[in-house]
């Protein structure tokens, strides 16, 4: 298998500019940032924040902080969207009931621009998200993830789709947004398997099946340790990302095995697990059930199941 470079980096922007270009075609006399200078602004509010809190007392709670900093911007972009959704429902019902006035028109012309503004804002939104959250991976390790609705990448992030969208878009069979858009792989693995030997296992695993299905949609939890670095490798290689969250205030205890209920719903080509850490110089290597659960799961449910096992020695 090729093993993937834990040092390469895919947090380079576009040389080309739809946010300029879109941003250009608004005709607002004032001026909007550009592109560059929004993707900086992220990077550097994420950047004081870390300098800040490292080394201190808040050092504790610095995953909560830096999470709620991204999440802003995340929740700003959505409710501009939705504010922008509405400006297209009053478009489309305006021009439904068209009746050639110069005030109908006038209207007509005031909805689309805040449509069209709302987009723009929205995307800017999206741009300090990202460069914040890429910046949070760089200098903590940590990935954030939305935990509501879908993340719209605007470079090369993987978009991320909310499980319960995916499993109603497999099943009808029906284009959208919420379609994974070709195979899926699960992979469930032990929040303890988080060396840079789990690392190099996880990522040939996940380098195997890009190759096997080149338009693959990888499907986790997002819990913490090998799962977050299988959601680094998506990010990176641009693969769709869909998460089946485990939902403790629903499910209680039952929760990560619930989660499992929603991988296999996904008809996955094939569920990859890591039970516990490959990394010999760990003491803590009890089996960790969740993994094991998604591997049975797949067994009964005819689908294929590959166990990440250490390299031999």
């Given at each position: 298998m090729t093993h993937f470079n834990t040092a390469s980096s895919a947090f380079s922007p576009k040389s080309d500019s739809a946010f300029d270009d879109l941003s250009a075609s608004l005709g607002d006399q004032r001026p909007h940032?550009?592109?560059?200078?929004?993707?900086q602004?992220?990077?550097a509010l994420m950047t004081e924040l870390v300098d800040?809190?490292?080394?201190t007392a808040l050092e504790d709670y610095q995953t909560i902080i830096g999470e709620a900093l991204i999440g802003a911007f995340h929740?700003?972009?959505g409710r501009i969207e939705r504010d922008a959704d509405r400006a297209r429902d009053t478009m489309r019902s305006?021009?439904?009931?068209?009746?050639g006035s110069e005030a109908a028109d006038t209207e007509l012309q005031d909805a689309t621009a805040k449509a069209r503004a709302g987009d723009a804002a929205t995307q800017a939104c999206e741009l300090i998200r990202d460069a914040a959250s890429e910046t949070w991976t760089v200098a903590t390790g940590e990935v954030w993830t939305a935990w509501r609705g879908s993340r719209r990448g605007t470079h090369l992030t993987a978009a991320q789709l909310e499980a319960k969208q995916a499993i109603r878009a497999i099943r009808n069979r029906k284009s959208g947004e919420a379609d994974p858009g070709g195979p899926v792989i699960a992979f469930r693995g032990a929040p303890t398997a988080d060396t840079s030997e789990d690392a190099g296992r996880i990522f040939d695993a996940l380098n195997w099946a890009k190759q096997e299905w080149p338009d693959?949609?990888?499907a986790t939890t997002g819990a913490k340790g090998s799962e977050k670095l299988a959601i680094k490798w998506a990010q990176q290689k641009g693969v769709k990302l869909i998460l089946a969250r485990a939902d403790f205030d629903k499910n209680g205890k039952a929760a990560p095995f619930r989660a499992n209920d929603e991988l296999i719903a996904l008809e996955p080509e094939v569920c990859l697990t890591l039970v516990h850490s490959v990394d010999r110089a760990r003491t803590d290597r009890r089996p960790f059930g969740p993994a094991l659960n998604l591997g049975q799961k797949a067994m009964e449910s005819g689908l294929r199941h590959v166990s990440i096992k250490a390299r031999a020695a």
């Open positions: 940032p550009t592109e560059d200078a929004l993707i602004l992220g990077r800040v809190i490292s080394d929740s700003a972009a305006l021009d439904r009931d068209f009746d693959m949609a990888l």
